[in-house]
């Protein structure tokens, strides 16, 4: 299997139904049905608005800092035996501290299983979009506390309708901390949403970004700065961003010369984790070894944090 990192990963996007049924008991959290396969049922999406709805609700049996240890200790794992040599992870704060979760126990519980791994690994905090600009704001207020538990920021949850101008301010402030910066941008929203993550957020990694083929401008951009772009096949297919993996675009952003990386996103939901996600590119698509070799090796290019000396390697 060959060594990969990866660069786009949600945290709550690793909450496997059955973890979801035992933390629920832990906690002494109702569910419509205490069943694996009940809550298994409900992952048939039809774009990412009906996603988010699921991917919320199960996060309600994430309750302590204990929870958030054994959710990051599991996909640790999990990304040990799929050839991850090294994450950069996001993780949804206000996803938390909305349902009274104090961020003492976000951060303790996936610093200390990230400080435990197999897997080398750092965090991004991301900002739910559609909480708007201020809310964000005050997120990364709250978390500069913690600020060495986190190397960046990044923007997620609903994109069409809360362009990445709008949170223009926390991204300056980020950035004067000396925090990475990346966006989701173009999976759902259009080839505009990139352009302004790159200009008005100063975005160094792009999160999907599929639609940039829309725009060859764009393309040209993203090529000689070399800005990676962290796409996620099986993702977009869950998601119906794209029909099928046969036409996912992705050979044709690696023949533009620009930087691709190979990620799973919520893998719990998306019926793959990163391996599995190159496995179906060399089985649905085709892609040589040659390619999938590229691609690994610019996931270690792309990524920010990550240590030859610690992380083997491409
Ligand atoms: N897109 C936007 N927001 C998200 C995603 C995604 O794929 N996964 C978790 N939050
Ligand atoms: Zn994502």
Redesign the pocket.
């Known amino acids: 299997m060959r060594p990969k990192a990866e660069l786009h990963l ?1 945290i ?2 690793t909450l496997e139904p059955e973890l979801v049924v035992d933390l629920a008991r832990r906690n002494r959290i109702e569910l419509p049905a205490f069943d694996v396969e009940a809550v298994r049922a409900r992952n048939d999406f039809a774009d ?1 608005r009906s ?2 709805d699921v ?1 919320y609700d199960n996060l309600a049996v994430l309750r302590t800092e204990e929870d958030f240890h054994d959710l990051a200790a599991a996909y640790l794992r999990r990304a040990a035996a799929q050839g991850v040599r090294h994450a950069e992870i ?1 993780f ?1 704060p206000q996803a938390h501290t909305s349902r009274g979760v104090p961020l003492e126990a976000v951060f303790g519980g996936l610093s200390a299983a990230l400080r435990d791994g197999e897997v080398p690994a750092a965090l991004i905090l ?1 900002f739910l979009r559609d909480r708007g600009a201020e809310e964000a704001e005050r997120t990364l207020r709250a978390a500069l506390p913690f600020r060495e538990h986190f190397i960046g920021v990044g923007l ?4 069409v309708g809360y362009p990445p101008s709008l949170f223009r301010r926390v991204f300056d402030i980020a950035a004067a901390e000396g925090l990475h910066r990346v966006a ?1 941008a173009g ?1 759902e929203g259009g080839p505009d949403y990139v352009w302004e993550a790159l200009d008005v957020l100063g975005v160094e990694r792009v999160d ?1 970004g599929i639609r940039a083929m829309e725009d060859p401008q764009l393309v040209a951009r993203l090529r000689e700065e070399r800005i990676p772009l962290t796409v ?1 096949p099986l ?1 977009n297919v869950r ?1 119906r961003v794209v029909p099928s993996l046969r036409d996912h675009i992705l050979p044709a952003m690696l023949d533009e010369g620009l930087v691709v990386t190979v990620n799973s ?2 893998p719990a939901y998306f019926g793959g984790y990163v391996e599995d996600n190159y496995e179906a590119l060399r089985r649905e698509l085709g892609m040589t070894g040659e390619q999938l070799d590229r691609i690994a090796r610019n996931s270690f290019a792309a990524a920010f944090a990550y240590d030859p000396r610690h992380g083997g390697g491409a």
Request: charged share 30%; hydrophobic share 25%.
């Open positions: 949600h709550e996007g990412l996603f988010l991917y996001f949804d991301c997620d949850s609903a994109e989701h999976e999907h996620c993702s998601l996103d919520d």
